[in-house]
């Protein structure tokens, strides 16, 4: 009968646990939808495309991620997630009008709606398969710094005039980034199911954030390029 009780409270409370990550994951995005629209309707067009703005942002939105360990745990910490989701939502913004504008509004629909259905299908396969995904951990992350690093160098080039960016290039680069956060996905989901008590719906919430919004950046950059092919 103990053992019974055990497995019982154990299973509510991993029950507890997804519910509220997924709420605060559910947060986050509407927080980062917040963040769109005021980009879009608020922000002046001069400042939301201005490079030190953006870079600004950017840098922001890493130092909540690398210290989302802490305030995570805070009682106010869900103030924190609408500001970091926020801020990611308005830095997307020149991404969307750019893809908007060179093939239409409706790819952001098909954007979007590619996400959703891939996110759910990684989301239950990390969370049901009985195969340890551990090993991809380093392959995922020496990927995405190898991204960032990439990313940065160009950014600096075009200081100089210097572009050695095209569509063939894009449609690499972004299709990488699919895969890559495809696989963040399923990893992550697998991890905070087996972290679970270690760590705050929080912070398992921020995780999946990241993968959907980053997952749907990359599947937006994808399907733009090959538009333009």
């Given at each position: ?168 290039i894009e449609l690499i680069f972004s299709g990488f980034g699919v895969l890559v956060f495809a696989g963040f996905t399923a990893y992550d989901f ?39 092919r």
């Amino acid at each position: 009968m103990t053992q019974l009780s055990h497995t019982a409270t154990r299973t509510v409370g991993s029950s507890t646990f997804f519910a509220r990550t997924m709420g605060y994951f559910a947060l986050a995005l509407a927080a980062a939808a917040a963040g769109v629209l005021a980009g879009i309707y608020l922000v002046p067009t001069t400042l939301i495309t201005n490079t030190g703005f953006m870079f600004a942002m950017f840098a922001l939105t890493l130092i909540l991620v690398f210290t989302a360990k802490r305030w995570s745990r805070a009682s106010f910490g869900y103030l924190f997630l609408i500001l970091f989701a926020a801020i990611f939502g308005l830095t997307l913004v020149p991404l969307l009008v750019y893809a908007a504008l060179s093939a239409g509004v409706l790819i952001l629909v098909k954007a979007l709606v590619a996400t959703i259905a891939m996110f759910a299908g990684l989301a239950l396969f990390g969370a049901t398969t009985k195969r340890d995904l551990t090993g991809l951990g380093g392959f995922l992350m020496a990927s995405l710094i190898g991204m960032i690093v990439i990313s940065l160098l160009t950014f600096i080039l075009s200081f100089f005039g210097i572009s050695v960016w095209n569509d063939g290039i894009e449609l690499i680069f972004s299709g990488f980034g699919v895969l890559v956060f495809a696989g963040f996905t399923a990893y992550d989901f697998q991890k905070i199911k087996k972290l679970e008590g270690t760590i705050s719906p929080i912070q398992a919430s921020i995780s999946l954030f990241l993968d959907f919004i980053l997952l749907f950046e990359y599947i937006l950059r994808f399907m733009t390029a090959l538009s333009r092919r």
